[in-house]
């Protein structure tokens, strides 16, 4: 009868154990996961927290083979800035109605690549806006929430504490050429100081 109990006792155990020894294998065969691309093309509306503590929205037009990406942010109770950047790395900000301004700027780089996130460090799951997301973060630049189901981004922050979430997600939607053009008044000198080129 003893060594009926220490086998009952030595094989209740065991399975107790299994369960730890099946995690730990599961984690050991199972890569990391790798973000995403985004899709050539896709419209996404975000809500975006500002560091200055304002908010706004921003209807993103991404157009990897067109090469550019177009933001039309609306400021909270403000205008509406119009953020067009080009392949070339030039971008342009303007706004339109009785009251215009225009900003060019070279940055000296592209739009992101498709596949921005290739080489970005995996900092495991998290929950945030309420979804289970894998989590990257890049050169300490930006902070990227990926829904472990879907594989669509959810949120994305930057080092200067800007926070990015996704509210509408359309892949494949292009914005018209006609918006994306700059206004006349962005080529232009201008007396006023309004319009200005960097």
């Not at 933001?71 to 392949?87: H, R, S």
């Not at 971008?91 to 290739?118: K, M, W």
Request: aromatic share 16%; with cysteine.
């Amino acid at each position: 009868m003893k060594a009926s109990f220490i086998s009952t006792s030595l094989l209740i155990f065991l399975l107790l154990q299994l369960p730890n020894h099946v995690t730990v294998s599961w984690r050991l065969t199972v890569p990391e996961p790798k973000p995403t691309p985004w899709p050539e093309q896709f419209h996404a509306l975000l809500y975006m927290n500002l560091t200055s503590t304002h908010l706004q929205l921003s209807d993103l037009w991404y157009d990897w083979p067109k090469g550019r990406n177009v933001n039309i942010f609306q400021k909270q109770l403000g205008t509406v800035l119009y953020d067009i950047e080009w392949n070339n790395g030039t971008s342009f900000y303007y706004t339109l109605g009785a009251d215009t301004e225009c900003q060019i700027t070279d940055f000296g780089v592209g739009i992101p690549r498709p596949d921005f996130l290739d080489g970005a460090r995996y900092l495991g799951r998290v929950v945030t806006d309420g979804f289970l997301c894998d989590l990257w973060e890049k050169v300490d630049f930006i902070w990227y929430y990926e829904d472990v189901v879907t594989k669509r981004p959810v949120r994305w922050d930057f080092y200067d504490g800007i926070s990015s979430h996704v509210m509408t997600w359309e892949v494949g939607a292009v914005l018209p050429d006609s918006v994306v053009q700059a206004p006349a008044y962005c080529f232009t000198e201008s007396v006023d100081g309004k319009t200005s080129s960097t």
